[in-house]
């Protein structure tokens, strides 16, 4: 059960404490099913450097998308005509793709999901 409630001009939603929790647990048990490496740690001033968290976010972006699409790591490479090993170093966020390289896996990914 839930309720809405509106102050000053935005819309908030009151919801069971147990309801809460239960949110709050469906949401930690998505984040640790996420698809790739983890992001890196911000350091003590609360910031990350841009190439490890560039991998990552790489990485997962196209795990995730091909594990949606039910693809293998070798079925989405021979489609975007690249190497499979690349894909894993790739996903796993140890390799920095050329522009190239992403939109050949990007424009697989779109024909995939097209069939799907």
Not at 7 to 26: A, H, P
Not at 68 to 83: M, P, R, S, V
Not at 84 to 103: D, K, Q
């Amino acid at each position: 059960m839930y309720r809405r409630i509106e102050e000053r001009g935005k819309t908030y939603v009151l919801v069971e404490e147990s309801e809460f929790r239960e949110l709050k647990r469906k949401a930690r048990s998505r984040a640790k099913k996420a698809v790739g490496p983890a992001f890196p740690a911000p350091d003590a001033d609360g910031n990350v450097a841009a190439l490890p968290y560039l991998k990552a976010s790489i990485g997962r972006e196209i795990a995730t998308r091909r594990t949606a699409l039910g693809l293998t790591q070798t079925e989405l490479a021979k489609a975007a005509g690249i190497w499979a090993e690349t894909l894993c170093r790739l996903e796993a966020g140890n390799h920095s793709p050329t522009v190239r390289t992403v939109e050949r896996i990007d424009k697989a990914l779109q024909r995939a999901a097209k069939k799907a």
